[in-house]
T-cell receptor, first 112, second 117 residues
């Protein structure tokens, strides 16, 4: 079946450190891929997305590239800030459908 | 627009009681979704409305669960005869149809946390 696997957290980094959160997927077909972020006390919100292979999504300094050959969509940021502390969810969605499949989420803690 | 609103934010109830959650989506969104999130897991799809029509229900939704969206605006999710296994965060999200073949991006509410004692 279709699924998303994320690295377990929490990930704890110092401010200005480099961030990578791994995400791999299993899918029959070619879904769109997403990163959603959930800040404390708030709803999930879209961080970035990519709809086809080799697309790079980017937002707020975060980037992720849709890699079909490795079925991955790893999230990266060159220099994290305390305000990036949140839970990050990788997800997939097939075109023309509405049912997301989410990973388990990765909690990021950034220390000043 | 204040985004997707959910009420209550936290409900504590005793096993066997009924609970109801309300979701107010973004006004121009005709699509509404309910997801459930348990500790350490990602959101799992429960049900989907397009306007007032409930188009899909997950197998996760037992007969004790019912969702409505009577006028195509707000939605309610009712759980009857609650069980301890129902303890979770219930998330509501809304969206409008994506342009062309674009991806369907959801706007989530902050969730309603249910604790069944």
């Amino acid at each position: 079946g279709n699924s998303v696997t994320q690295m377990e957290g929490p990930v704890t980094l110092s401010e200005e450190a480099f961030l990578t959160i791994n995400c791999t997927y299993t899918a029959t077909g070619y879904p769109s891929l997403f990163w959603y972020v959930q800040y404390p006390g708030e709803g999930l919100q879209l961080l970035l997305k990519a709809t086809k292979a080799d697309d790079k999504g980017s937002n707020k300094g975060f980037e992720a590239t849709y890699r079909k050959e490795t079925t991955s969509f790893h999230l990266e940021k060159g220099s994290v800030q305390v305000s990036d502390s949140a839970v990050y969810f990788c997800a997939l969605l097939f075109s023309g459908t509405y049912k997301y499949i989410f990973g388990t989420g990765t909690r990021l803690k950034v220390l000043a | 627009d204040t985004g997707v609103s959910q009420d209550p934010r936290h409900k504590i109830t005793k096993r066997g009681q009924n609970v109801t959650f309300r979701c107010d989506p973004i006004s121009e969104h005709n699509r509404l979704y309910w997801y459930r999130q348990t500790l350490g897991q990602g959101p799992e799809f429960l049900t989907y409305f397009q306007n007032e029509a409930q188009l899909e229900k997950s197998r996760l939704l037992s007969d004790r669960f019912s969702a409505e969206r009577p006028k195509g605006s707000f939605s309610t999710l009712e759980i009857q005869r609650t069980e301890q296994g129902d303890s979770a965060m219930y998330l509501c999200a809304s969206s409008s149809p994506p342009p062309g073949s674009g991806a369907n991006v959801l706007t989530f509410g902050a969730g309603s946390r249910l604790t069944v004692l």
